[in-house]
């Protein structure tokens, strides 16, 4: 596995949650680093990415406002804030890398190359 994507787990509607992603091959300092996530019966979708080139950021629509990626180089990890969860943020979470460096959001999904194994978010009262 190259990456590791942890943090999913139960959140009340309108709360919040932080994913992880980790990794022991990567520095993930200088690659683009991609959110996904699929829910039962669908497919997966985009969600949020942030760069290698200057940080910046590419937040899907259906997140804006209430998501957020950002990285702590110090940890080695990009984190996935999830806020005012909504019962259809419901899904598993997936982090994934195209594993070229100095590459920028958006990247095609077919160039990501390297994926976690996924983390369940769970949203219910």
């Known amino acids: 596995v190259q990456l590791q994507a942890s943090g999913g787990g139960l959140v009340q509607p309108g709360g919040s949650r932080r994913l992880s992603c980790t990794s022991s091959r990567f520095t993930l300092d200088y690659y683009v680093i991609g959110w996904f996530r699929q829910a039962p019966g669908k497919r997966r979708e985009g969600v949020a990415c942030i760069s290698e080139t200057n940080d910046s950021t590419y937040i899907s629509n259906h997140v804006k406002g209430r998501f957020t990626v950002s990285r702590d180089s110090a940890k080695n990890t990009v984190y996935l804030e999830m806020n005012s969860a909504l019962p259809e943020d419901a899904a598993v979470y997936y982090c994934?890398?195209?594993?070229?460096?100095?590459?920028?959001?958006?990247?095609?999904?077919?160039?990501?190359?390297?994926w976690g194994q996924g983390t369940q978010v769970t949203v219910s009262s």
């Open positions: 994934a890398t195209d594993g070229v460096p100095g590459s920028s959001c958006p990247v095609a999904y077919d160039d990501y190359k390297y």
